[in-house]
């Protein structure tokens, strides 16, 4: 009975002894490892929370953004210099494309008017890119030299846009000429509705001013007469729809010089530019 109790009280010693000697080692890194791993855990989590958060933040972003440059698009569409600054102002980005990739720049400078002049200059302090091509491969430059909006192409120029082709340049040149040569005016007389309307004549046509203004711009602007000739032209006749104005062509083609063409037609005003000018063939 006493061996008994004997055994009993040294296994309780054991069992006290180890409680108070601590967790094994063993014991200790399992719990560490427990420990690891919720952390992880936690933080993976975290980080996926906020990579939701980051995402949602881009996409708002993103429609705010869009909202603003398709707002900066229309106002640069209507010439509307106010808002142009105010959408600028609060992050609209100069560079913004319509969805058939015309830039915000190239769509101001397509209108004349000094509203859209004025909607030019907004986006070029801007930073908007001069040089930024639409989807044919033109640029704003090019786009307002062919609707003849010279204060525009000038605005253009000075903040460093490329040249225009020269041979752009001349080609639009005897295009102007070939418009100002003279031709049977037309008006109707008759009634539509008893189908007895029909064409007369009401005189030859003149050239207007804004047809010698920009004959007068494309010389100063650097076109060369030299590059083109006009051929197939015929003289106006007393004839209605007779005639024939002439064609544009290189000057390789052979044809009237353009100087020879605007005397032809008598264009003096336009024979007084081009003999004004030095190295011009006759």
């Known amino acids: 009975m006493k061996t008994t109790n004997v055994l009993v009280f040294l296994m309780f010693t054991v069992i006290l002894a180890s409680c108070a000697s601590g967790p094994s ?16 855990q ?6 996926r929370i906020n990579i939701e958060k980051a995402k949602k933040l881009d996409e708002e972003t993103a429609k705010q953004r869009q909202y603003l ?12 210099s106010n808002s142009v600054s105010q959408l600028l102002a609060k992050g609209a980005d100069a560079n913004a494309k319509t969805k058939e990739g015309a830039p915000a720049l190239m769509v101001a400078s397509v209108n004349g008017k000094k509203g859209y002049q004025d909607v030019v200059k907004l986006l070029l302090e801007a930073k908007a890119d001069v040089n930024a091509k639409n989807t ?19 605005l253009l120029k000075k903040a460093g846009a490329e040249a225009i ?9 005897g295009e102007i000429a070939t418009q100002m040569a003279p031709a049977t005016e037309i008006s109707f007389s008759g009634d539509l509705i008893s189908g007895t309307m029909h064409p007369v004549s009401s005189g030859i046509s ?3 001013a804004k047809e010698l203004n920009e004959f007068k711009e494309l010389l100063n602007f650097g076109a060369n007469p030299n590059l083109i000739r006009i051929k197939g032209y015929k003289p106006q006749t007393a004839a209605m729809f007779s005639g024939d104005p002439g064609t544009v062509v290189p000057a390789e083609e052979g044809g009237l010089t353009l100087l020879e063409y605007c005397r032809t037609i008598k264009l003096d005003e336009a024979v007084k530019l081009l003999a004004a000018r030095k190295g011009l063939k006759n």
Do not use: C, Y
């Open 25 to 40: 080692p063993a014991m200790l890194a399992q719990q560490e490892r427990i420990q690891q791993d919720r952390v992880e």
């Open 206 to 208: 003149k050239p207007s």
């Open 165 to 173: 082709p020269e041979r752009e340049l001349a080609k639009r040149l």
């Open 42 to 47: 936690e933080r993976a989590q975290q980080e």
């Open 136 to 154: 044919e491969g033109t640029t704003a430059s090019i786009e307002a030299f062919r609707k003849g909006h010279w204060e525009i192409v000038k």
């Open 69 to 80: 440059n398709d707002n900066l698009l229309n106002a640069a569409m209507n010439g509307d």
